[in-house]
């Protein structure tokens, strides 16, 4: 709001007003409030507002007039005015409080004032560069991140509706949009403002901007940019005018020039030497065949004096031409002789002068023509001779000898250079040198031949190797430098080549063959170490540690492995592996040895696989093409490991570089594993001599059991039969008590009699006589009349037994006494070793193509050690003569024969002792 001044007696009034104003409210508020403890309460208020309304003067008397008052009506006495110590403290705090409020806010309102004054500037300095933008080609415009119009001023040929909102690619052309943000966004990104001249097409017209670019910050944050644009298009109109104009005035002079550089041509091509000096004596002009005679180029005559030209003519042609030029009349068939350039080099002439002067007599110059009359004879005899004896020295030379531009072009080439290439004189000299240089040399031929023209060297010399036409390579010693002419600069190169392929080639095999003894040497030495190393190692892994740990640093490679057949010859394991990721090893700890990899492929044929790089692993085995790029090697070999033509594995090793696995590589490699081979052989041996013994050890002990309990088995139902026996012989029983002796007779002696039958059966299997009647078998009659057998056992321990058994089951092919033999055996023995009351379970079902027999009892369970061995002969788990089962330990071993004869298969399961067992036989189905 403007501020506007009010006059003394106004501000006087105000005050007056005020402070009046305080009095009263302050005596009304009397009754309630006891003012004379704070006297100057509402004072305070009135010394403010005078302060503000008036300035500085205004509060001086508002404090004075609230300490008048006060003191008169609120400090004691009352209604008089009292200035006692009491009372004078008080009205001193007053007037020091008052004076304080007065000049904050005399401060305040001086501030306030000055802040609408600079407003007020502000308004009009925006008003005036508003007017100035409008009245100028300037705009002015913002854009937010999104690079889409915001804000816009001084907008040319189109309203700001128009335009705000949008984006450069809504308002302008692809190339002119696709330019324009490229610009923007650079700006945005680098914070870094951007000027550049822009061409925009609006509304259909064609506009040229001075664009300036910059970001537009808020608290240090990029909101958007700030655009400051200039019209230029009437300076580009006017450019574009004089480029027209400049068009037309370089055509007329372009035809001027043609004219001239026709007759300059012709001038030129002039056999007669032709010059025009000024009247300084400088030349202007002069023609090829001058500057030839002069032996100065043409470029060094233009704009020098002849004195600099010619210096030792001077004395003899300056006269004349000092002499033409004062007479202005011509000097005809003047000779002259004297020494050019180069030095030592004379020539003779027949020279004429001839003024030159304007239409008005004005003299321009001299004009010179002349004929070189030097002995062209003589000139050509020595140019002959030197050329006849470079060419002799040049073609029978035993050394290749060649000119090359400095592109590397052949210019002429010597016959020896021709036999050493093979080439023909005809080919090379379409030929570069690079095409015949071997590609690993060419960059050190190159590098030599630059520091040759930079001038670093006069010349060098260096052994590279050439490609001859057929293909072959042979080795050369290069001498070169460059030939330059009077300026110094190099015209072409000069190259002797000398062939030191016998040189070379003895040097590399002296070198190959020192090599090839140290490594035979070192190889020896590992080879000892090694075997030494076998001699000590008593298993196969023992050995598979030698070969991968020594084997591997004796070939240079990175990783090795040891790989085994397993026994039944139809897979490999990895019994040692270094150097691979632990992934590679886990996926390829055993594989098939079908599989269509180098390692099982060597294992098949038995014999050594090479892969140099990857890309032939890559070609020929696929399926682990990724595998190098797991592991970062590059080459490959497989050695089998073969012992009297038997091959028992494979030695596998990897290289980190591409390999070339030469004769002498490829022997060590065999020898390696071939003892290798032997001494896991012996390994072999030894461990299998081990296990024997250890499996006769164990065969004798078992035997040993199996006679105890077998004596032990034989003899129980032996007792009690001899027992009644005895007693029925020699006392007299009631009926009862003789038919209980007989049962128990008949019992035990069918349980002799099932003993001495599996000892049968056994020995039938053994000696592979026991027959079969086969047939079509009913599993359901089998499995059920075995049932009917054990049934009062299972009774008589309290132990029900359940079946599943399927209606629709097909028959099978086999044996029915010896099928239902299996049965009756596998729910004999869930019976035997099922405490009472626990239960047995039997289930016939289809399972695919065969059917399949379920005995599943909730008994004494089988322990995971005993459990491999349930279906061995004589083996039982509990082997001792006080077990409370009887048995000798053959029943499940007569199940898995009686089973796999029939074509079938049997396996039993179970947790743990205390938790069951389910013993399980598939058997095929007969075909309809």
Not at 42 to 66: H, K, P, R
Not at 720 to 744: C, D, F, M, S, V
Not at 849 to 868: H, M, N, Y
Request: with cysteine; proline share 4%.
């Amino acid at each position: 709001m403007p501020y506007t001044a009010l006059s003394s007696l106004l501000r006087v009034g105000i005050v007056v007003v005020t402070v009046m104003l305080a009095l009263i409210f302050m005596l009304m508020l009397e009754p309630w409030v006891e003012m004379s403890s704070t006297p100057f309460l509402l004072f305070f208020s009135a010394v403010i507002l005078s302060a503000w309304s008036g300035g500085w003067n205004s509060g001086l008397l508002a404090t004075g007039l609230s300490v008048v008052l006060g003191d008169y009506f609120f400090l004691l006495p009352k209604f008089e005015l009292s200035f006692d110590i009491a009372n004078l403290v008080k009205l001193t705090l007053f007037i020091v409080q008052g004076l304080l409020l007065t000049v904050l806010f005399v401060v305040l309102r001086n501030a306030k004032h000055r802040d609408e004054v600079n407003l007020q500037k502000l308004k009009a300095s925006d008003a005036r560069f508003r007017l100035a933008l409008s009245n100028s080609d300037i705009i002015v415009f913002q854009q937010d991140q999104n690079l889409r119009y915001q804000w816009i001023h001084n907008l040319q040929g189109t309203s700001a509706a128009e335009i705000l909102g949008k984006s450069d690619d809504e308002l302008f052309p692809p190339e002119i949009a696709e330019q324009l943000t490229s610009i923007k966004r650079r700006v945005l990104e680098n914070d870094v403002a951007a000027r550049e001249e822009v061409r925009v097409i609006l509304r259909g017209q064609v506009l040229y901007y001075d664009l300036l670019v910059e970001t537009l910050k808020i608290n240090e944050k990029i909101q958007g940019i700030t655009c400051v644009a200039i019209n230029t298009t009437q300076r580009q109109q006017v450019e574009q005018e004089k480029a027209k104009l400049r068009q037309s005035l370089q055509a007329a002079i372009q035809q001027k020039e043609e004219s001239l550089a026709l007759m300059n041509a012709w001038l030129a091509s002039s056999p007669v030497a032709l010059a025009f000096l000024d009247t300084e004596l400088r030349y202007v002009y002069v023609n090829e065949a001058l500057a030839a005679i002069n032996g100065v180029p043409q470029s060094q005559h233009i704009g020098r004096t002849f004195r600099e030209v010619l210096p030792s003519w001077v004395d003899q042609i300056e006269p004349i031409l000092s002499g033409v030029m004062s007479t202005k009349a011509p000097l005809l068939n003047q000779e002259v002789k004297g020494e050019t350039y180069p030095s030592g080099v004379y020539r003779w002439g027949l020279v004429s002068y001839y003024p030159v002067c304007l239409p008005d007599g004005q003299l321009l110059g001299v004009g010179v023509t002349g004929l070189d009359i030097t002995q062209k004879k003589l000139t050509e005899q020595a140019l002959s001779k030197s050329e006849a004896l470079f060419r002799a020295m040049f073609d029978q030379a035993a050394l290749g000898i060649a000119l090359i531009s400095l592109d590397g072009q052949f210019l002429q080439v010597n016959p020896a250079l021709c036999r050493l290439t093979g080439y023909s004189d005809e080919e090379l000299i379409q030929m570069r040198f690079q095409d015949i240089t071997h590609p690993d040399d060419l960059a050190n031929d190159w590098n030599h031949a630059q520091r040759v023209l930079t001038q670093e060297i006069s010349s060098y010399s260096l052994e590279k190797r050439y490609i001859r036409k057929d293909g072959s390579m042979i080795w050369v010693n290069l001498t070169s430098s460059a030939v330059c002419n009077d300026e110094g600069e190099a015209q072409y190169a000069f190259g002797i080549v000398e062939d030191i392929s016998d040189r070379q080639l003895a040097l590399q095999e002296t070198q190959r063959a020192k090599q090839a003894a140290e490594m035979a040497a070192s190889r020896t030495a590992r080879l000892q170490s090694i075997t030494a190393a076998f001699s000590e190692a008593l298993t196969p892994q023992q050995v598979a540690d030698v070969v991968v740990n020594q084997g591997i640093g004796a070939l240079g490679a990175v990783a090795g492995s040891v790989v085994l057949i397993e026994a039944g010859g139809k897979s490999l394991k990895i019994i040692e592996a270094i150097g691979y990721p632990d992934s590679i090893r886990e996926s390829w700890a055993s594989f098939p040895i079908t599989a269509n990899v180098p390692i099982a492929v060597a294992a098949r044929t038995g014999k050594p696989i090479f892969l140099e790089n990857i890309a032939a692993l890559a070609s020929q085995y696929p399926v682990i093409a990724n595998v190098p790029y797991l592991t970062g090697n590059c080459a490959f070999a497989c050695i089998p490991l073969i012992v009297e033509q038997q091959t028992i594995g494979v030695l596998g090793l990897s290289f980190a570089k591409e390999q070339e696995f030469t004769d002498d590589n490829q022997r060590f490699m065999l020898t390696l594993a071939q003892q290798a081979a032997q001494a896991i052989a012996r390994a072999q041996l030894y461990e299998a001599e081990k296990n024997a013994r250890a499996a006769a050890e164990s065969a004798n002990r078992v035997k040993d059991e199996f006679l105890t309990v077998l004596s032990h088995e034989l003899r129980t139902p032996l007792n009690p039969i001899l027992g009644w026996a005895k007693l029925l012989r020699t006392r007299k029983y009631n009926e009862a008590t003789i038919t209980q002796a007989l049962e128990t007779i008949e019992r035990n002696a069918k349980l002799q009699t099932q003993l001495i039958d599996d000892l049968l059966d056994v020995s039938r299997i053994l000696q592979g006589k026991l027959n079969l009647n086969i047939r079509r078998v009913d599993l359901r009659t089998a499995i059920l009349a075995a049932l009917e057998t054990v049934r009062l056992a299972a009774d008589a321990k309290s132990i029900p037994i359940h079946t599943l058994l399927d209606d629709n089951i097909s028959p099978v092919m086999g044996d029915s006494d010896r099928l239902q033999q299996v049965v009756w055996n596998l729910l004999s023995n869930a019976v035997k070793f099922t405490p009472p009351g626990g239960e047995v379970e039997v289930r016939l079902e289809k399972i695919e193509e065969e059917a399949q027999i379920q005995v599943i009892d909730t008994g004494k369970g089988i322990t995971p050690e005993f459990l491999p061995h349930v279906f061995e002969y004589f083996r039982q788990a509990d082997s001792k003569t006080t077990r409370v089962e009887g048995g000798i330990g053959l029943g499940l071993a007569i199940v898995r024969h009686f089973v796999e004869i029939h074509g079938g298969t049997v396996k039993a399961e179970s947790p743990g002792l205390g938790q069951g067992a389910t013993f399980t036989v598939r058997l095929p189905l007969a075909k309809s």
